[in-house]
């Protein structure tokens, strides 16, 4: 009997054990994927408690955060498409052809490609290349036994362009319209229109053009890209590859790209960019134009995912410049700079590196007149901080002349406000020392000799022209000609200016003669001289 009672309560004790670990009451073999398959109330019933809140701090009203709350300003929003935007944005964006005549030399080897052209692309920037020439079994042959000559075609360049008034102005690229002979313009509706240029930039790569037309055209709004932010939605429109009018989509991946130029302060993007979308528009998501593409990061002439525009502030500033003037007017301080590394700034009582270090003052300069040394690390510029070395060069240039600014400077760590009359930059004349007859070039490039190109090239005097350019097997490179050797004398006539040295250059070039060249390197003077082409090659 005894035993009965135990085995029966033996039993009943395994089963309450096997039931209450199915209820979760504490773990047991099979619980943790029992307890998966049981029903929610179950499940809920199993569930860890919460841990209990913190005990409250005297005096300290703490109101819990809600989760994914906007920071103030925060752009909010779902996009769920492009579509409408692209409808009322498309029409204001143009297909710009290009036609320029170009003239070659014969080579010994290889065909003769055109300038920029890669493939049909360039990997500097989102223009199309041009055309190559037909090729010919026999035109090497001809040239390499000296009957090439010079040959003519027509290069043929791609790009886009956004309509900026209703009148007909279109921002495009300078490297789009170049020195074309022929622009075309081809509106979304399928109309074209031949365009002449109002103005070109070099500089910042922009250019202003015109179409003539009776109706009023379509207009992209143009926005501000200084309030756009890293991660910022944004489409780029224009007609790569000449496929036709194309949309792409990506985020604003970095701003204030530096690409080597003095006022380079690209809009860097993952918006697919190609050839032919050079001068076309980046919109963001409110139908605004925040920036002009112009250049793409590429080993193969085809998108990386990395673009670049210019900002549309800038573009603004020199496009009013362009339609008002046809050229651009900028401020010009007078210093050289470079950058505030952090050895520099030790070296300087900085407690970081910030601000742009003046190399070289001109003392005929701006800077150098109102007191500005070499050595004085510019802290801010009318009012603006100057982080680093690339800023200073933009803030001076959009600066209207003669305008009186505040420039602070670091000087053996003291700092100062120096007052500062913004003078004119002016743009050195720059001419090539050639002639339109065959073997009548000498290869060089010359310009004025301006305080900025002075300093470039550590020039003492003003007087003559400098070269800027010579040419491989030129007659100005066998004559030992160098970049930086200022031409004083031509045939024993003094040169003043570029006019007065292309005007003695083409003299010499008729009469196929020598010419007698005194020029300045360095701290000497030396004469040499120039033959004819066809001597000086052999």
Do not use: C
């Not at 135990?6 to 047991?28: H, M, S």
């Amino acid at each position: 009997m005894v035993k009965k009672i135990a085995a029966v309560a033996g039993g009943v004790f395994i089963g309450l054990i096997i039931a209450f670990a199915r209820v979760g009451a504490f773990p047991f073999w099979g619980s943790d994927s029992d307890a998966s398959k049981a029903p929610p109330a179950q499940q809920a019933q199993a569930a860890p408690a919460e841990p209990l809140p913190a005990p409250p701090v005297p005096g300290v009203h703490v109101v819990p955060a809600q989760p994914n709350t906007p920071e103030p300003n925060e752009k909010v929003g779902v996009i769920t498409s492009f579509a409408p935007l692209v409808k009322r944005m498309i029409p204001a964006v143009v297909s710009v052809n290009v036609v320029q005549d170009v003239k070659v030399s014969g080579m010994p080897f290889g065909p003769q490609a055109a300038p920029g052209d890669d493939n049909g692309g360039d990997n500097d920037n989102g223009g199309g290349g041009g055309e190559t020439a037909p090729g010919d079994p026999f035109d090497q042959l001809r040239r390499y036994f000296g009957q090439g000559g010079q040959r003519e075609y027509k290069q043929h360049g791609l790009g886009s362009g956004v309509i900026v008034s209703a009148d007909g102005y279109i921002l495009t690229n300078n490297h789009v319209v170049g020195n074309a002979e022929e622009i075309h313009v081809t509106l979304q509706d399928k109309r074209e229109f031949t365009a002449k240029v109002i103005g070109k930039d070099a500089k910042t790569d922009l250019g202003l053009i015109k179409i003539d037309t009776k109706d009023a055209l379509p207009v992209a709004p143009l926005g501000d890209s200084n309030s756009t932010d890293v991660g910022d939605w944004v489409i780029a429109i224009g007609n790569p590859f000449n496929v036709g009018m194309t949309v792409t989509a990506g985020i604003v991946s970095a701003k204030g790209r530096i690409l080597g130029g003095d006022y380079d302060d690209f809009i860097q993007t993952d918006a697919s960019i190609n050839p032919g979308n050079s001068g076309g528009p980046l919109i963001n998501t409110r139908g605004e134009v925040i920036g002009i593409n112009t250049a793409i990061y590429s080993r193969t002439g085809a998108n990386n995912g990395i673009g670049f525009a210019i900002p549309i502030d800038m573009a603004r500033n020199v496009m009013d410049q362009l339609k008002a003037h046809g050229r651009v007017v900028r401020g010009w301080l007078g210093v050289e700079i470079q950058e505030v590394t952090p050895d520099l700034a030790q070296s300087f009582g900085l407690p970081r590196p910030e601000g742009a270090l003046v190399a070289s003052a001109d003392k005929d300069g701006p800077a150098g007149k109102a007191g500005i040394e070499r050595g004085d690390i510019v802290l801010s510029f009318n009012g603006h901080p100057v982080d680093d070395e690339h800023e200073l060069p933009a803030f001076v240039a959009q600066t209207p002349i003669n305008q009186k600014v505040p420039v602070e400077v670091v000087r053996n760590g003291k700092h100062m406000t120096i007052e500062v009359t913004i003078g004119e930059r002016k743009e050195p004349q720059v001419a090539s020392a050639k002639s339109e007859e065959p073997g009548g070039n000498w290869g060089m490039q010359v310009g004025d000799i301006t305080p900025e190109i002075a300093q470039e090239f550590h020039l003492e005097g003003t007087k003559g022209v400098v070269i800027q350019k010579v040419a491989p097997d030129s007659p100005s490179a066998e004559a030992g000609l160098q970049p930086g050797d200022v031409v004083l004398e031509v045939n024993h006539d003094k040169v003043a200016a570029v006019s007065d040295f292309v005007a003695k250059a083409k003299e010499a070039q008729t009469n196929k003669k020598p010419a007698l060249l005194l020029v300045q390197r360095g701290g000497a003077t030396l004469y040499t001289v120039i033959k004819p082409a066809g001597e000086a090659q052999g």
